[in-house]
């Protein structure tokens, strides 16, 4: 596997970590992962929120493969160009909805991730799905009472922080096995047993003349578990060294300690008390220059004995000048610069603001024309629904018509066929009137009327 270096640099923001940073944060984030590394030899990993990439790469060096899994795009494709190997790969993608089969992995690593989101029963329900039934989880979370309460300190990048006792439970509830470690950087001597079942560890505190003796580490700043379903593998608390400022940390503080911490704190002291007069943001290096030297002359008047290693811390300040300059010029322009993207997003807030208010105008005005176009529509089917009612009305009435019509012409035919029948009557009538039969009988008529009104 190699590491290459290539265009998708990410810019350091103080909470994502990367490998070129030094300080604290190195000591804490490479320590987990090295940690780790003991554990997944020869297993299928998965590295949740895996950021840079680097850690994904540091475990990748022992593990079977590895999938580092990242929220954000930029981070997935600077890990992707800037780490290459065979068995590892990255993929973008949310911790509380993960793209892989059930049981498809060995080992889930994430480190530094749960407080960022407050999905944490969703990530863990992922964690155990996709997690083969016997396998582990390494996860840490910042310790919430040792990190925010105690100090007042608020991060503006975390979401929601737990207490150990609310992470122990969380991950409990997912797993039946767990082993608990307490992880901060610290600043003393270290004794531990090196005969086997010598190496727990207690913290001897000493305040001022009082010392207090606590199981294991004192106030971590940061809870880590190794869960599982299965029996967990022997695992031990470590120390994590690197270099600091080139040294190797054994000489760092074990060589002529107190001359360099002297040193350094007048040193520090002489450039604290210049940066605080001189306000070296505003003021040229040529004034600050000129301020360095009375203040040393001042000093070798009055300390002749120290003419030498003034001159000497004379030398390193005016060496550090450039630099120190160079790094406000920095911070100058990078506040500077912050400033204009401040600017530009408030104004982008405000057009968004401005474009909000029309589209809800907007939207108003379409829903209204909508509402009429609707009763406009319902009218004109009630009135098409009239049109076609009277349409039929009018075709029945004209075949009503064409009935009656026909009828008229029959009832027209026998009137016709009758008054002829009459008149043929009524000839009949009078020539038998005429007759001289008729005339003959008329007195047996007149006889047969005069009868029947006597009954």
């Given amino acids: 596997m190699t590491t290459q270096h290539n265009d998708h640099d990410l810019e350091f923001t103080g909470e994502r970590f990367l490998p070129e940073v030094s300080g604290q944060i190195a000591f804490e984030h490479l320590h987990r992962y090295y940690f780790a590394k003991r554990l997944v030899a020869g297993l299928d990993v998965l590295d949740v929120a895996c950021g840079e990439g680097y850690g994904s790469d540091i475990i990748s060096k022992a593990a079977r493969s590895v999938v580092g899994v990242d929220i954000a795009p930029d981070a997935v494709m600077h890990a992707s160009a800037r780490y290459a190997g065979d ?45 083969k039934p016997d396998g582990i989880l390494i996860i840490s979370s910042p310790n919430k009472l040792h990190y925010s309460i105690e100090p007042g300190y608020s991060n503006p990048y975390h979401v929601k922080e737990l207490f150990r006792e609310e992470f122990v439970a969380l991950v409990g509830r997912h797993f039946r096995h767990a082993a608990l470690f307490g992880q901060r950087v610290v600043h003393g001597s270290l004794m531990v047993g090196v005969d086997a079942g010598s190496t727990a560890v207690e913290t001897l505190k000493l305040d001022r003349s009082e010392l207090t003796v606590a199981g294991g580490l004192a106030r971590p700043l940061y809870d880590l578990l190794v869960a599982s379903d299965a029996a967990l593998p022997p695992v031990s ?219």
């Fill in 87 to 131: 068995n590892l790969r990255f993929v973008e993608a949310s911790a509380a909805s993960l793209p892989f089969a059930d049981a498809q992995f060995d080992a889930v690593v994430s480190f530094e991730t749960i407080e960022h989101h407050d999905k944490h029963e969703e990530m863990m329900a992922e964690v155990r799905r996709v997690l």
């Fill in 237 to 455: 608390g470590s120390l994590f060294e690197t270099t600091v400022h080139g040294m190797d940390p054994a000489g760092f503080y074990g060589v002529h300690l107190p001359e360099r911490v002297n040193n350094a704190d007048r040193r520090i002291g002489l450039l604290e008390s210049e940066l605080e007069a001189a306000q070296l943001v505003s003021l040229p290096a040529a004034s600050v220059q000129a301020k360095l030297d009375q203040l040393i002359e001042g000093q070798r008047a009055a300390a002749p004995e120290t003419q030498a290693k003034l001159d000497q811390l004379l030398e390193g300040q005016r060496t550090m000048a450039p630099e120190v300059y160079a790094r406000l010029d920095k911070r100058t322009s990078d506040a500077e610069e912050m400033h204009a993207k401040l600017n530009r997003l408030l104004q982008a807030r405000e057009t968004e603001a401005i474009l909000n208010a029309d589209i809800r105008r907007l939207s108003g005005d379409l829903e209204a024309a909508l509402d009429r176009l609707s009763a406009a529509s319902q009218r004109l089917e009630s009135v098409s629904a009239s049109h076609a009612d009277l349409e039929s009305a009018v075709r029945m009435l004209e075949t009503q018509l064409e009935v009656s019509h026909a009828r008229l012409q029959e009832d027209e035919t026998v009137l016709s066929e009758v008054r002829q029948a009459l008149a043929e009557r009524d000839a009949e009538v009078r020539e038998l009137r005429n007759s001289f039969s008729w005339r003959s009988t008329s007195w047996l008529r007149a006889l047969s009327n005069v009868l029947g009104g006597r009954r």
